[in-house]
């Protein structure tokens, strides 16, 4: 079991930027895959960005060249820098775990992006 908290979420106005971080309550080496996942209102929540054990990172297409996925294992945390921000980024953005066929969510954290 893992318990993960997100942190870093508010309003920021386009083309601005904002670090997303998720907490792990316990050590992230044994872990397949971290990611993160938005869900926007009346819309399926879908994958952002993930950064797999082996270091490799993949991007939804919508934010590649602006999200950057990075991990501090010392520190037990997954980051999500996110650059020159749009307004269809806004979202709920939930960090998620997976080790084998388990998945752990965070709560989420709400960014919206509006002038």
């Known amino acids: 079991q893992v318990q993960l908290v997100e942190s870093g979420g508010g309003l920021v106005q386009p083309g601005g930027s904002l670090r997303l971080s998720c907490a792990a309550s316990r050590s992230i080496f044994n872990f397949d895959a971290m990611g993160w996942y938005r869900q926007a209102p009346g819309k399926e929540r879908e994958l952002v960005a993930i950064?797999?054990?082996?270091?490799?990172?993949s991007y939804a297409d919508s934010v590649k060249g602006r999200f950057t996925i990075s991990r501090n294992n010392a520190k037990n945390t997954v980051y999500l820098q996110m650059n020159s921000l749009k307004p269809e980024d806004t979202a709920v953005y939930y960090c998620?775990?997976?080790?084998?066929?388990?998945?752990?969510w965070g709560n989420g954290t709400l960014v919206t992006v509006s002038s």
């Open positions: 998620n775990f997976r080790r084998y066929s388990t998945d752990y």
């Open positions: 950064i797999r054990s082996a270091g490799s990172t």
